[in-house]
């Protein structure tokens, strides 16, 4: 879980407490984070635009296909986020000897190369 900056405290408070008065302390958090990013989302942001990108990205060539494409219209920063954390994986991979699993392979080759 990665809690909001600004309810960090009500959290905390809440960590000793019953979970009716969490529940209590939290209500309508939902509500206001779904109201928060529906009023980031510009008025012209297409959602034809993730078709787009899922038809882009099934026309591209076995082992050309990107491992995350990202499409945000809100600009939030997302896409820095997941490159960062993408890198800091890779690099987990390799350092923990599965670096192979960073590369796609194609396992019919693999099959008939075995046989």
Known sequence: MAPIISRMPVLRQTRHESPNTRQVLTQGFADEVRKGFASIVPADADVAAVADAIVKVVDTPFGKRPFRVHIDPTQDGAEVVNMVSDRVRAELLRRI???????????????????
Do not use: H, K, M, N
């Open 97 to 115: 000897g599965l670096g192979d699993l960073l590369t796609p392979r194609d396992s019919a080759v693999e099959l008939q190369s075995a046989a």
